[in-house]
C-alpha cells in the first residue's frame, strides 16, 4: 500500500511556484518541497488543508493511493 504526493502536479496546472505556495501557505519552503517530491511520511491535517485552500483543491487531488499488489 502506497500513498502517492502529487502536490508537483497540482502546482504546475495551477501555475503556482514553490516560492508563491510557500508564502501563501506558511509553510517553508524545505519542507514543501519534501512533500512535493514525496520525501515525508506523514503531514498534518492543518498543512493539507492551507495547500488545499491555496491551490483551490481537494485532497484527493494531492494524495493518490497505489495498491502494491
Do not use: H, W
Not at 506558511?26 to 491555496?54: D, E, H, M, P, Y
Request: charged share 30%; net charge positive; with cysteine.
Amino acid at each position: 500500500m502506497s500513498i502517492i504526493l502529487r502536490l508537483d502536479r497540482v502546482m504546475a496546472d495551477r501555475k503556482m511556484s514553490l516560492n508563491e505556495l510557500s508564502e501563501r501557505v506558511g509553510v517553508s519552503n524545505v519542507n514543501l518541497s519534501k512533500l512535493k517530491t514525496g520525501k515525508v511520511s506523514a503531514i498534518r491535517f492543518s498543512t493539507l488543508n492551507a495547500i488545499c485552500k491555496a491551490l483551490n483543491c481537494q485532497p484527493g487531488d494531492i494524495l493518490e493511493f497505489i495498491d502494491d499488489e
